[in-house]
């Protein structure tokens, strides 16, 4: 049984920082290709950041590049997003999702497990 669990979330003022952990039960972290989405109450889910199965490549969405950055630790099988110099607009339920014998992957569709979401708020 296949498990994400995002935590880290919160409520900030512009300008700060949070860091998500998504930690994983079920699967190992080195086979799949890991990502983060967000999404607000109405709107589809949006793409944010992804890394390979391998750990060495990043891609990341237009706004998210400069102020996020994902990393990994294979060790415990989690995936973390520092999320720095936030704004309004990122305000969301940010998720985390697994894509198995994927080696990126920048689709929703794409993705075959995905964690309950843990809620960012960010006040001006």
């Known amino acids: 049984h296949v498990q994400l669990v995002e935590s880290g979330g919160g409520s900030v003022q512009a300008g700060g920082s949070l860091r998500l952990s998504c930690t994983g039960s079920?699967?190992?972290?080195?086979?799949?290709?890991m990502g983060w989405f967000r999404q607000v109450s109405g709107n589809e889910r949006e793409f944010v950041v992804a890394?390979?199965?391998?750990?060495?490549?990043?891609y990341y969405a237009d706004f998210a590049k400069d102020r996020f950055t994902i990393s990994g630790d294979i060790s415990n099988n989690t995936v973390y997003l520092q999320m720095n110099n936030l704004n309004p607009a990122d305000t969301a339920g940010y998720y985390c999702?697994?894509?198995?014998?994927?080696?990126?992957?920048?689709?929703?569709?794409?993705?075959?497990?995905w964690g309950q979401g843990t809620q960012v708020t960010v006040s001006s």
């Open positions: 079920g699967l190992i972290f080195s086979g799949h290709a």
């Open positions: 890394i390979t199965r391998i750990g060495g490549g990043v």
């Open positions: 999702a697994a894509a198995r014998d994927k080696m990126l992957e920048v689709n929703v569709a794409g993705y075959d497990y």
